[in-house]
Nanobody
Framework: QVQLVESGGGLVQAGGSLRLSCAAS????????MAWYRQAPGKQRELVAK???????NYADSVKGRVTISRDNAKNTVYLQMNSLKPEDTAVYYC?????????WGQGTQVTVSS
């Protein structure tokens, strides 16, 4: 049974930084794609950033230049470094992993940015 466990969320002032981590359980689990999504109240879940097993990355336009996604394949862990945070970044952030044909989601971690 694969589980994704997120950590690192919290309350931060605008302009601050947070680093989210997501560890995937299962010694043989090696997802093709790992990603971070977020969902703000009243809004749809949206992709923040994704990274392939080969290290290729994609970012939402709203976070480009402020956010960096990285992964440690040996630890099955993906990270999201967020800088220059804005109040509009406030959301529940979800870790996502894909190992075709299966997808997995974490339970979510709250990020709140105060103005």
């Amino acid at each position: 049974q694969v589980q994704l466990v997120e950590s690192g969320g919290g309350l931060v002032q605008a302009g601050g930084s947070l680093r989210l981590s997501c560890a995937a359980s299962g010694s043989t689990f090696s997802p093709n794609v790992m990603a971070w999504y977020r969902q703000a109240p009243g809004k749809q879940r949206e992709l923040v950033a994704k990274i392939t097993s080969g290290g290729n990355t994609n970012y939402a336009d709203s976070v480009k230049g402020r956010v960096t996604i990285s992964r440690d394949n040996a630890k099955n862990t993906v990270y999201l470094q967020m800088n220059s945070l804005k109040p509009e970044d406030t959301a529940v952030y979800y870790c996502y992993a894909n190992l075709y044909p299966f997808t997995y989601w974490g339970q979510g971690t709250q990020v709140t940015v105060s103005s």
